[in-house]
């Protein structure tokens, strides 16, 4: 055959490539190179033509370019001619791979030990195996794409089991940990398995679980989304769809609309259902005592950019009905009202705009402004079982970012409201927070200066919150103006940090302060100061040190009690051969009140060794492994004021593992 540009063939099939006119012998001879490889020797050619008919070598899968060649008498390759050539896999796909995985890891702790001595416990020594078996695969063909991936955990301890929260005992020691399966082209996408849904974020914002979802762009302009998932998230073979229980289970569907299909995200318009129900279930890594709920919703959003990407905006709304379904296991016998359903509304509002983007300030000084303000609004009793949110909530926000080269500054400022139906026995909170970041790398404007490294970076933190009670609510569950919370909570943060090839160094300093305000309780505040030192050295890629010292104080002024705590970490790392690596840390700690009423003093240490194995290097995705040792040591001293002997406890363990990646 002759083949055009890009054209799929098998790979048993012949390739013949014919010349315009017939090679003059004194020009010399053909020759064909296919990837990499020259198959000259493999090829009939005449004069005006050579061809390729592959027999127990086959042409090589994939994507090749292949050149044609004269060959002079002397020697001299001159290319005539190239074109690409796609070879399908021998079962007829364009691509056909599958990456399995296996991970086996053994962890253990065979010794322990402690002082006083106490009778030992089920787990003082032991020896747990894990292991994490996956498979990926990808076909492709006739513009179809087909992945998959499944993940198996096996686990020797019941307890680490993934399912172990929910059924305890009865848990499965080998387990599905998640799977997925997708189908697509340019037009259609579809999965079953694990997947995330949501993109409103007062409806439904990136619920993750196992079901069945679906994208079908229409054109360039429509596009459609539909899910539909467990209602919570699951492991395990018991369901295998995600979708068994009609009473757990939540549905959606979103359509979205490029109003300017030249320029997708100038305009985009979106609108989104939820129907979803979930019973009394935690997810598998959860435990939680939860409720049966039903919520019924609908979301519009709206996304918009200017040409020039400067102005940002986002906004929607959202529409919810919502119900606490009867459920007797939560009653336990007593007499109980049911919850009336209840639709409530939810809307926010991003803006922001870049008045200043890559401004020029000198040679190599590029400014930045851009300024946002954010509206968030949920009413009371708004609820979606597709998202945890914050209910009876009015929020206001704004906030500036700058720069100027590598300096970067950042104000933010919010108001929030609750008690939004001015219930008047519930306590009515207002809050207001105001926080300030900058950092100024000194170094980023020393240019070449070869002395760069003693410019240091400066840094400063400033958080503010006022949050304060509005009023004594009547016929609630406060008695006096004492319990209305009235509080400021300030926090300065100040950082001096120096950066060298070899070295490093830096300073810090963090003061808060809690200020109670409440009538009665204006001197229960609370005053923290800390101070911390830091040094490391990095003298070549094999060794490293750090030295952390810090010295904090918490003062406690309504009981005029300070608390007072010095603490050295000492850690080195040092790495005597490419995959071997020794590492410490010692962490000296020293605790006292004033007045002295207690003091305690710590000890922390502990070392690892870890050693890397390449059982073939030449083949980096062949057997792998990966062992250590680890010993920890912990003394407390503690000393009483009200005991005149003080205690002295010690505690080592010694813990080892090795992993093996099988591929």
């Known amino acids: 055959m002759q083949p055009e540009t890009g054209q799929w063939v098998r790979p048993s099939d012949a390739i013949r490539i014919e010349l315009g006119r017939p090679l003059d012998p004194s020009e010399g001879r053909l020759a064909i190179v296919l990837g990499t490889t020259d198959w000259t020797g493999v090829a009939r050619s005449t004069s005006s033509s050579i061809e390729i008919t592959p027999g127990p070598i086959r042409l090589p899968r994939g994507r090749h370019d292949v050149v044609l060649y004269v060959v002079s008498p002397r020697n001299v390759w001159r290319e005539v001619a190239k074109f690409a050539l796609s070879v399908l896999t021998e079962s007829g796909f364009e691509q056909a791979d599958a990456k399995p995985s296996v991970e086996i890891g053994v962890a253990g702790q065979p010794a322990r030990g402690q002082q006083p001595e106490v009778p030992p416990g089920p787990r003082d020594t032991f020896h747990d195996t894990t292991v994490r078996a996956g498979l990926q695969t990808t076909h492709v063909r006739n513009g179809w794409t087909t992945t998959s991936q499944v993940n198996v955990v096996g686990v020797s301890y019941r307890n680490e089991a993934l399912r172990f929260a929910q059924e305890g005992e009865a ?35 990136g619920f993750a679980s196992r079901g069945a979802t679906s994208l079908v762009k229409l054109g360039r302009v429509v596009d459609l989304s539909l899910a539909a998932l467990n209602g919570s998230s699951i ?15 939540v549905v959606g569907a979103t359509v979205g609309v490029e109003a300017v299909p030249a320029r997708p995200g100038a305009l985009r318009l979106s609108a989104s259902i939820l129907d979803g129900s979930v019973l009394a279930l935690a997810g598998f890594n959860q435990a939680a005592v939860q409720d049966a709920e039903r919520s019924r919703g609908v979301g519009l959003q709206i996304v918009a950019t200017d040409p020039a990407g400067r102005l940002q905006l986002d906004s929607g ?10 459920d007797p296991t939560l009653d336990l ?12 509304n939810a ?40 998202l945890p949110i914050t209910s009876d909530l009015d929020q206001n926000g704004a906030d500036v970012s700058a720069s100027i080269g590598p300096a970067t500054s950042q104000v933010s400022y919010q108001r929030s409201r609750d008690n939004l139906d001015d219930i008047q026995s519930i306590l009515t909170t207002r809050t207001r927070a105001f926080s300030w970041t900058s950092s100024v790398p000194l170094s980023g404007f020393a240019g070449a200066n070869p002395r760069a490294a003693a410019f240091p970076t400066l840094s400063y933190v400033l958080n503010r919150t006022d949050q304060a009670g509005d009023g004594l609510p009547e016929n609630g569950l ?6 209305v919370p009235d509080q400021v909570s300030l926090t300065h943060a100040i950082g001096v940090a120096w950066q060298a090839a070899t070295w490093r160094a830096g300073y810090s300093l963090n003061r808060s302060l809690q200020d109670n305000r409440q009538v009665g309780r204006e001197l229960a505040d609370l005053v923290n100061l800390v101070h911390g030192v830091q040094v490391g050295v990095t003298p070549s890629d094999r060794f490293d040190a750090n030295l952390d010292v810090a010295f904090e104080g918490a003062d406690n002024r309504e009981f005029l009690l300070t608390d007072l705590t010095r603490r050295i970490s000492v850690s080195a790392t040092a790495r005597p051969a490419t995959r071997t690596s020794l590492g410490g840390t010692v962490t000296f700690a020293f605790m006292r ?48 004021l009200l005991d005149a002997t003080p205690s002295d406890e010690q505690f080592w363990t010694l813990n080892t593992g090795v992993t093996f990646k099988v591929f």
């Open 317 to 326: 709304f959202a529409r919810s009905r919502f119900t606490n379904p009867t």
């Open 235 to 249: 492991v395990g073979i018991d369901n295998p769809f995600g979708l068994a229980d009609s009473s757990h289970r």
């Open 593 to 640: 009140n004033d007045p002295s009423s207690s003091e305690r003093r710590t000890t922390d240490f502990n070392v690892q060794l870890s050693q890397s194995v390449a059982f073939w290097p030449r083949r980096p995705d062949a057997l792998q492994g990966q062992a250590f040792v680890r010993f920890a040591r912990q003394t407390i001293w503690t000393l009483a």
């Open 478 to 483: 406060f008695d006096s103006l004492s319990q």
């Open 333 to 344: 016998g007593f007499e109980t009202v049911d919850v009336r359903e209840t639709t409530r």
């Open 347 to 386: 809307r926010y509002f991003d803006a922001s705009y870049a008045f200043v983007r890559g401004g020029s300030l000198g040679k190599a000084t590029q400014a930045n402004l851009t300024a946002a303000f954010h509206h968030s609004r949920v009413e009371p009793l708004y609820r979606s079982v597709a």
């Open 171 to 205: 848990a499965p020691l080998v387990d599905l940990a998640d799977y997925r399966v997708g189908l697509e082209n340019s037009h259609v996408t579809l999965g079953l398995g694990h997947a995330a849904w949501g993109s409103h974020r007062q409806l439904a914002s």
